[in-house]
Structures are given as structure tokens and as C-alpha cells.
């Protein structure tokens, strides 16, 4: 089953902070983290473990709740550049990038 | 370094004809995963391959198939092809080890199928 992810789109000004959430109807073992700009690949954000850990990205943080099976990202001062659609990626066996089940997407827009 | 690549890069094709896609990875990656993303959709996984075999699969008719060659490269290929197979196919690449959670995505393929 496909995460929800909300909202599905958000304008912020440069400097404004944004939470998106990722909520899964199934156990979440880790969840990635991409952003898609338009007419672009997804690029790799960061991963979230279970048990806590964290890979990727030093500038956006995000967090995991297993007994919710939700994560959400923050972006923080955000910036021109964070404008596009983030997805967040659910499977991942044993933690890998392996069939991966992709949310609805969150289309971002930073203005000045 | 070169990232992940993909030709062709467009490709219109008619319904019941068949289509192959390539893909090669980022340099130093083994493990090739091929997604479809319908328009304004997120991508969904067709399969990966590893070690030149089909390691998992995702909810795709037989029509997909794949190949992965002993450099690593990899085709998509789609048979009998339908109205609801025009998409943009990725391409990602990954290794296998500890960093296996990071996969490199490339620019795509767009299929329209008229």
C-alpha cells in the first residue's frame, strides 16, 4: 500500500521552516527520503532506521515513529533551492533501496 | 564520475509494439532498479536486478521484462505495449554493502504510447 503523505503541496517563503509527514497503513522498517525537482530525477535525501538511525542529508533532519509507522522531514530556513516534490519511500528491505514503495508526494514552492 | 544514464531519452511508440530501454549505472554500483512514474505520480518499482538475475519485483504484468548485462547495464523491456504504459521509466543504481540504502536515479526515459 502506497504512504500518505501530507500536505500535498505547501508555498513558503525563503527562511520559513515546513514539516511533511509520510504515514504508512503498514510496519515501517526504515523510510527514504527524496526530492524531485521538475523535469529532474529524485535525489536521495536520507534514510531513517529503525532504532533510530539516520543516513544522509546534514542540513534536513527528519524523524521516525515505528509505533506510529509515520516520519516527517524538516526543513528549516528554507531556501530557493528546496522547491520541489518530495517523496518519502517505504520497504527498503533490511534497510537497502530494494522495492521501494514511493508516497503521493509533497510539492514544495519557496518564494522570495 | 559519470551518474546514472538512460537512453533513449523520449520514445513515442504505438499500442501492441515493443519497446526496449537502457540504462547504465553510476560507476561503482552493481544493483539496478527500474521504476515507472505516471504523471504526477510517485515512481513505482518494476524490479531489480543484481548479479545479472532478477532479485525482487513489484506489482508489474509480465509484459516487463529485464536484463542486466556483466558490466552492470540493464534494459527494460515492455511488450505489447498499452495506452497506460506512457510514463517516465527510471533508472536508479546502487551498491550492494553498507550504503546500500542510497540509490542514484537517472534522467529517464518518457514513453508516450499512441
Known amino acids: 500500500q502506497q504512504p500518505v503523505q501530507s500536505p500535498q503541496a505547501v508555498i513558503l517563503r525563503e527562511g520559513e521552516d515546513a514539516v511533511i509527514n509520510c504515514s504508512s497503513s503498514?510496519?515501517?522498517?526504515?523510510v527514504h527520503w527524496y526530492r524531485q525537482k521538475h523535469g529532474e530525477a529524485p535525489v536521495f535525501l536520507m534514510i531513517?532506521?529503525?532504532?533510530?538511525e539516520q543516513k544522509g542529508h546534514d542540513k534536513i533532519s527528519a524523524s521516525f515513529n515505528e509505533k506510529k509507522q509515520q516520519s516527517s522531514l524538516y526543513l528549516t530556513a528554507s531556501q530557493l533551492s528546496y522547491s520541489g516534490t518530495y517523496f518519502c519511500?517505504?520497504?527498503?528491505?533490511?534497510?537497502?533501496?530494494?522495492?521501494?514503495?514511493f508516497g503521493t508526494g509533497t510539492r514544495l514552492q519557496v518564494t522570495l | 564520475d559519470a551518474g546514472v544514464t538512460q537512453s533513449p531519452t523520449h520514445l513515442i511508440k504505438t499500442r501492441g509494439q515493443q519497446v526496449t530501454l537502457r540504462c547504465s549505472p553510476k560507476?561503482?554500483?552493481?544493483?539496478v532498479s527500474w521504476y515507472q512514474q505516471a504523471l504526477g505520480q510517485g515512481p513505482q518499482f518494476i524490479f531489480q536486478?543484481?548479479?545479472?538475475?532478477?532479485?525482487q519485483r513489484g506489482n508489474f504484468p509480465d509484459r516487463f521484462s529485464g536484463h542486466q548485462f556483466p558490466n552492470y547495464s540493464s534494459e527494460l523491456n515492455v511488450n505489447a505495449l498499452l495506452l497506460g504504459d506512457s510514463a517516465l521509466y527510471l533508472c536508479?543504481?546502487?551498491?550492494?554493502?553498507?550504503?546500500?540504502?542510497?540509490?542514484?536515479f537517472g534522467p529517464g526515459t518518457r514513453l508516450t504510447v499512441t
Open positions: 536508479a543504481s546502487s551498491r550492494q554493502g553498507p550504503y546500500a540504502y542510497e540509490q542514484y
Open positions: 503498514k510496519a515501517l522498517y526504515s
Open positions: 531513517l532506521l529503525k532504532g533510530g
Open positions: 519511500g517505504t520497504g527498503g528491505l533490511a534497510g537497502t533501496a530494494s522495492k521501494l514503495t
Open positions: 560507476s561503482g554500483h552493481d544493483t
Open positions: 536486478y543484481y548479479e545479472e538475475e532478477e532479485r
